[in-house]
T-cell receptor
Framework: AQSVAQPEDQVNVAEGNPLTVKCTYS??????LFWYVQYPNRGLQFLLK??????LVKGSYGFEAEFNKSQTSFHLKKPSALVSDSALYFC???????????FGKGTRLSVIA | DAGVIQSPRHEVTEMGQEVTLRCKPI?????LFWYRQTMMRGLELLIY????????DSGMPEDRFSAKMPNASFSTLKIQPSEPRDSAVYFC???????????FGPGTRLLVL
Protein backbone atom coordinates (compact mmCIF):
# COMPACT_ATOMS: atom_id res chain seq x y z
CA ALA A 1 0.00 0.00 0.00
CA GLN A 2 1.16 3.51 -0.71
CA SER A 3 2.11 5.99 1.99
CA VAL A 4 3.39 9.52 2.34
CA ALA A 5 5.52 11.11 5.04
CA GLN A 6 5.85 14.81 5.69
CA PRO A 7 8.48 14.88 8.42
CA GLU A 8 7.96 18.48 9.47
CA ASP A 9 4.76 19.66 11.13
CA GLN A 10 5.88 23.28 10.84
CA VAL A 11 8.32 25.18 8.64
CA ASN A 12 9.25 28.78 9.32
CA VAL A 13 11.01 30.92 6.77
CA ALA A 14 11.73 34.60 6.35
CA GLU A 15 10.12 36.44 3.47
CA GLY A 16 12.40 36.48 0.44
CA ASN A 17 14.28 33.36 1.48
CA PRO A 18 13.98 30.06 -0.35
CA LEU A 19 11.62 27.52 1.12
CA THR A 20 11.48 23.73 1.08
CA VAL A 21 8.68 21.51 2.32
CA LYS A 22 9.71 17.89 2.49
CA CYS A 23 7.85 14.80 1.33
CA THR A 24 8.85 11.16 1.01
CA TYR A 25 6.70 8.40 -0.34
CA SER A 26 6.31 4.66 -0.62
CA UNK A 27 4.46 3.05 -3.51
CA UNK A 28 4.55 -0.08 -5.61
CA UNK A 29 5.50 0.72 -9.15
CA UNK A 30 5.64 4.20 -10.58
CA UNK A 31 4.30 6.97 -8.35
CA UNK A 32 1.85 9.71 -9.19
CA LEU A 33 2.78 12.60 -6.87
CA PHE A 34 0.87 15.74 -5.96
CA TRP A 35 1.13 18.87 -3.85
CA TYR A 36 -1.91 20.70 -2.54
CA VAL A 37 -2.19 23.90 -0.50
CA GLN A 38 -4.90 24.78 2.00
CA TYR A 39 -5.49 28.36 3.09
CA PRO A 40 -7.47 29.04 6.27
CA ASN A 41 -11.12 28.07 6.04
CA ARG A 42 -10.72 26.88 2.46
CA GLY A 43 -10.60 23.59 0.62
CA LEU A 44 -7.42 22.06 -0.73
CA GLN A 45 -6.11 23.61 -3.93
CA PHE A 46 -4.01 21.73 -6.46
CA LEU A 47 -0.47 23.12 -6.86
CA LEU A 48 1.39 20.66 -9.07
CA LYS A 49 1.84 17.03 -9.95
CA UNK A 50 4.39 14.57 -11.25
CA UNK A 51 3.24 11.72 -13.45
CA UNK A 52 6.17 11.16 -15.78
CA UNK A 53 8.80 13.15 -17.63
CA UNK A 54 11.08 15.82 -16.21
CA UNK A 55 11.97 15.38 -12.59
CA LEU A 56 11.51 19.09 -11.94
CA VAL A 57 7.85 20.05 -12.03
CA LYS A 58 6.67 23.64 -12.07
CA GLY A 59 3.31 24.61 -10.65
CA SER A 60 1.14 27.47 -9.51
CA TYR A 61 2.30 30.58 -7.63
CA GLY A 62 5.97 30.00 -8.45
CA PHE A 63 6.21 26.66 -6.69
CA GLU A 64 8.14 23.72 -8.04
CA ALA A 65 8.91 20.22 -6.88
CA GLU A 66 11.68 17.79 -7.64
CA PHE A 67 11.02 14.10 -8.05
CA ASN A 68 13.92 11.99 -6.79
CA LYS A 69 13.34 8.31 -7.43
CA SER A 70 16.41 7.04 -5.59
CA GLN A 71 15.49 8.95 -2.45
CA THR A 72 11.74 8.44 -2.94
CA SER A 73 11.22 12.13 -2.33
CA PHE A 74 9.14 14.89 -3.84
CA HIS A 75 10.10 18.08 -2.00
CA LEU A 76 8.23 21.30 -2.67
CA LYS A 77 10.35 24.40 -3.27
CA LYS A 78 10.10 28.07 -4.00
CA PRO A 79 13.07 30.37 -4.61
CA SER A 80 11.67 33.36 -2.74
CA ALA A 81 8.93 33.00 -0.13
CA LEU A 82 6.05 35.44 0.27
CA VAL A 83 4.02 36.11 3.40
CA SER A 84 0.98 35.08 1.36
CA ASP A 85 2.49 31.58 0.95
CA SER A 86 1.71 30.90 4.61
CA ALA A 87 -0.67 27.95 4.56
CA LEU A 88 -0.96 24.21 5.13
CA TYR A 89 0.71 22.08 2.46
CA PHE A 90 -0.17 18.48 1.67
CA CYS A 91 1.80 15.95 -0.32
CA UNK A 92 -0.14 13.05 -1.86
CA UNK A 93 0.68 9.88 -3.79
CA UNK A 94 -1.10 7.16 -5.67
CA UNK A 95 0.04 4.19 -7.66
CA UNK A 96 -0.70 3.43 -11.30
CA UNK A 97 -3.89 1.58 -10.53
CA UNK A 98 -7.32 2.94 -9.79
CA UNK A 99 -6.57 3.73 -6.18
CA UNK A 100 -7.35 7.04 -4.53
CA UNK A 101 -4.74 9.53 -3.42
CA UNK A 102 -3.06 9.02 -0.07
CA PHE A 103 -2.36 12.32 1.66
CA GLY A 104 0.35 13.20 4.13
CA LYS A 105 -0.50 14.84 7.43
CA GLY A 106 0.38 18.26 6.15
CA THR A 107 3.11 20.82 6.88
CA ARG A 108 2.24 24.26 8.12
CA LEU A 109 4.36 26.88 6.40
CA SER A 110 4.78 30.22 8.09
CA VAL A 111 6.52 33.01 6.16
CA ILE A 112 7.61 35.84 8.40
CA ALA A 113 7.96 39.39 7.11
CA ASP B 1 -17.08 25.88 -14.23
CA ALA B 2 -18.29 26.55 -10.68
CA GLY B 3 -16.07 23.89 -9.17
CA VAL B 4 -17.17 21.42 -6.53
CA ILE B 5 -20.11 22.78 -4.57
CA GLN B 6 -20.85 21.79 -0.99
CA SER B 7 -23.71 22.71 1.27
CA PRO B 8 -24.19 23.79 3.90
CA ARG B 9 -20.91 25.60 4.56
CA HIS B 10 -21.50 25.53 8.30
CA GLU B 11 -23.70 23.29 10.39
CA VAL B 12 -24.30 23.41 14.12
CA THR B 13 -26.44 20.68 15.59
CA GLU B 14 -27.10 18.89 18.83
CA MET B 15 -25.97 15.40 19.68
CA GLY B 16 -28.39 12.79 18.44
CA GLN B 17 -29.66 14.79 15.50
CA GLU B 18 -29.35 13.69 11.89
CA VAL B 19 -26.94 15.63 9.71
CA THR B 20 -26.91 15.60 5.91
CA LEU B 21 -24.05 17.06 3.93
CA ARG B 22 -24.39 17.64 0.21
CA CYS B 23 -21.98 17.74 -2.70
CA LYS B 24 -22.22 18.57 -6.38
CA PRO B 25 -19.12 17.43 -8.27
CA ILE B 26 -17.66 19.10 -11.32
CA UNK B 27 -19.63 18.17 -14.41
CA UNK B 28 -18.03 15.32 -16.31
CA UNK B 29 -16.03 14.00 -13.37
CA UNK B 30 -16.60 10.33 -12.73
CA UNK B 31 -14.93 9.99 -9.32
CA LEU B 32 -16.25 11.53 -6.11
CA PHE B 33 -14.52 11.45 -2.73
CA TRP B 34 -15.62 12.33 0.80
CA TYR B 35 -12.95 13.35 3.32
CA ARG B 36 -12.96 14.42 6.94
CA GLN B 37 -10.37 16.78 8.41
CA THR B 38 -9.61 17.22 12.09
CA MET B 39 -6.63 18.59 13.95
CA MET B 40 -5.98 15.25 15.61
CA ARG B 41 -6.35 12.92 12.64
CA GLY B 42 -5.58 15.15 9.67
CA LEU B 43 -7.28 14.43 6.35
CA GLU B 44 -9.08 11.08 6.22
CA LEU B 45 -10.70 9.49 3.19
CA LEU B 46 -14.15 8.26 4.17
CA ILE B 47 -15.57 6.83 0.94
CA TYR B 48 -15.29 7.23 -2.79
CA UNK B 49 -17.52 6.58 -5.78
CA UNK B 50 -16.85 5.79 -9.41
CA UNK B 51 -19.70 6.40 -11.83
CA UNK B 52 -22.08 6.73 -8.86
CA UNK B 53 -21.09 3.34 -7.42
CA UNK B 54 -19.38 3.17 -4.01
CA UNK B 55 -15.94 1.61 -4.49
CA UNK B 56 -14.40 1.73 -1.04
CA ASP B 57 -16.13 2.72 2.18
CA SER B 58 -13.53 1.30 4.54
CA GLY B 59 -12.82 4.77 5.87
CA MET B 60 -16.35 5.31 7.12
CA PRO B 61 -15.89 5.35 10.88
CA GLU B 62 -19.12 3.76 12.02
CA ASP B 63 -22.52 2.57 10.89
CA ARG B 64 -23.82 5.98 11.88
CA PHE B 65 -22.21 7.27 8.67
CA SER B 66 -23.70 6.60 5.25
CA ALA B 67 -23.15 8.06 1.80
CA LYS B 68 -25.10 7.93 -1.41
CA MET B 69 -24.68 9.11 -4.96
CA PRO B 70 -28.05 8.83 -6.70
CA ASN B 71 -26.77 10.45 -9.89
CA ALA B 72 -23.64 11.89 -11.43
CA SER B 73 -24.28 15.39 -10.13
CA PHE B 74 -25.19 14.82 -6.50
CA SER B 75 -23.94 13.03 -3.42
CA THR B 76 -24.86 13.07 0.26
CA LEU B 77 -23.04 12.12 3.43
CA LYS B 78 -25.36 11.43 6.32
CA ILE B 79 -24.61 11.05 10.02
CA GLN B 80 -27.37 9.58 12.15
CA PRO B 81 -27.24 10.02 15.08
CA SER B 82 -24.54 12.64 15.31
CA GLU B 83 -22.05 12.80 18.20
CA PRO B 84 -19.69 15.54 19.39
CA ARG B 85 -16.67 13.58 18.12
CA ASP B 86 -18.06 13.93 14.60
CA SER B 87 -17.23 17.64 14.72
CA ALA B 88 -14.86 18.27 11.82
CA VAL B 89 -14.59 19.80 8.39
CA TYR B 90 -15.98 17.51 5.70
CA PHE B 91 -14.68 17.87 2.17
CA CYS B 92 -15.98 16.55 -1.09
CA UNK B 93 -13.66 16.20 -4.08
CA UNK B 94 -14.06 15.01 -7.66
CA UNK B 95 -11.77 13.92 -10.46
CA UNK B 96 -11.58 12.42 -13.91
CA UNK B 97 -9.68 9.18 -14.26
CA UNK B 98 -6.66 9.75 -16.44
CA UNK B 99 -6.26 13.37 -15.40
CA UNK B 100 -5.61 12.33 -11.81
CA UNK B 101 -6.05 15.71 -10.16
CA UNK B 102 -8.71 15.87 -7.47
CA UNK B 103 -10.60 19.12 -7.11
CA PHE B 104 -11.88 19.94 -3.65
CA GLY B 105 -14.97 21.78 -2.52
CA PRO B 106 -14.84 24.49 0.15
CA GLY B 107 -15.90 22.08 2.87
CA THR B 108 -18.66 21.88 5.45
CA ARG B 109 -17.67 22.81 8.98
CA LEU B 110 -19.73 20.64 11.33
CA LEU B 111 -20.09 21.28 15.04
CA VAL B 112 -22.04 18.78 17.11
CA LEU B 113 -22.87 20.07 20.58
Amino acid sequence: AQSVAQPEDQVNVAEGNPLTVKCTYSVSGNPYLFWYVQYPNRGLQFLLKYITGDNLVKGSYGFEAEFNKSQTSFHLKKPSALVSDSALYFCAVRDEGNTPLVFGKGTRLSVIA
Amino acid sequence: DAGVIQSPRHEVTEMGQEVTLRCKPISGHDYLFWYRQTMMRGLELLIYFNNNVPIDDSGMPEDRFSAKMPNASFSTLKIQPSEPRDSAVYFCASSVLGRETQYFGPGTRLLVL
